[in-house]
């Protein structure tokens, strides 16, 4: 598909605009109405580092690159405004499957009130999605950073975890005995994640001191929050909520349930910390787990159901 073409039809395919977006696509630039904070973050994503086109479909892509994006809005507590998304388009990309990508992304923005005000088309070897979403929230009080967490605080997550990790195992062919129903479960969770926007803000009014979206495997994010907080955090493996069908996944794999939760990522839960006063309004919320702990020190302690530390890596970009 030529590059103007292609621009046509993610014109095309693009829901309506909201009052906000004065002009999008078409223009040299997006003018948007603001008032308040600007919350912005950028996510990109790589065909055969981020995601496999046998294992997914284009849609599944286009999905997955915006829920990505917004879910860093979420952990902040933001409302989600727009997005600009930069496709980097491979020959080996057909017509039909850059349509249907831009149907996924189009599809979830829809669905979240998100206007795609901009963006870039360009050719390469692979294909890249870049997305760049903004957020609005009236003042600082509405958000919630990494660097909140104080020695005392309780470390909780929001759903259930290891969902996305077994879908990928599932859609690579994993051969598990699993109920049909549960298996589509979680392949969804893995094609299909889920932005967390309403709960992040939900999140942040019920007084959370810290709050990180679990992309890259609850031994990773966590210790992103116990690094910016300056403390340190101890997560009870036992105590991590897992994904209905998830232990007939870990058992095909011959792998501690616990340890495949820890570390695998694109889950998109939400990780926090909150003071033990604000426990009942933060259950209130929604559905949510207590962890752990947040402790003076430095670092992140797994521990087993014996107490002993476990060694677990999540996910670190650039490491092999």
């Known amino acids: 598909m030529a ?12 829901p309506d605009p909201g009052p906000d977006l004065l002009r999008g696509p078409g223009d040299d630039a997006a003018v948007v109405r603001t008032s308040g904070l600007s919350v912005t973050s950028v ?3 790589v065909e055969g580092v981020h995601f496999d086109l046998d294992v997914v479909s284009p849609a599944d892509v286009g999905h997955r690159a915006l829920a990505a994006a917004l879910s860093d809005l979420a952990a902040m507590g933001a409302a989600a405004k727009q997005a600009y998304v930069a496709l980097v388009v491979p020959p080996h990309l057909s017509a039909q499957d850059a349509e ?10 829809g669905l979240a009130g998100v206007d795609v ?15 760049t979403v903004v957020g ?42 699993i109920d049909p129903s549960v298996r589509r479960a979680l392949e969804e969770r893995h094609r299909r994640p889920a932005a967390l926007l309403s709960l ?27 690094a910016q907080s300056a403390v340190a955090i101890q997560v009870d493996l036992p105590s991590l909520p897992l994904a209905d069908g998830f232990l007939h996944v870990a058992r095909a794999v011959g792998i501690d349930p ?3 939760a820890a570390s695998g990522g694109d889950d998109y839960e939400l990780l926090f910390t909150a003071p033990p006063e604000r426990v009942r309004a933060i259950e209130a919320a929604g559905q ?13 302690t797994l521990r087993d159901a014996a107490g002993d530390p476990v060694e677990v890596t999540g996910y670190e970009h650039g490491r092999a």
Not at 3 to 14: G, Q, S, T, V, Y
Not at 117 to 131: P, Y
């Open 43 to 45: 996510d990109t994503v």
């Open 288 to 300: 949510v787990t207590w962890i752990g702990a947040v402790t003076s020190g430095q670092g992140v």
């Open 117 to 131: 005000a901009g963006g870039d088309v360009t050719s390469g070897g692979e294909l890249v999605i870049s997305v």
């Open 3 to 14: 590059e103007l073409d292609l621009i046509a039809a993610i014109r095309r395919l693009l």
């Open 258 to 260: 616990a340890v495949i």
């Open 100 to 109: 249907e990508l831009v149907e996924g992304l189009a599809s979830l923005a």
């Open 136 to 177: 609005s929230a009236r003042d600082e009080d509405e958000l919630a950073y990494r660097s909140g967490a104080r020695p005392g605080d309780l470390v909780g997550v929001t759903g259930r975890l290891g969902g996305a990790q077994a879908g990928l195992l599932l859609l690579r062919g994993l051969a598990a005995e």
């Open 200 to 226: 992040g803000r939900d999140l942040v009014r019920a007084g959370v001191s810290s709050m990180i979206d679990v992309s890259d495997g609850v031994a990773t994010d966590a210790g992103h929050l116990a």
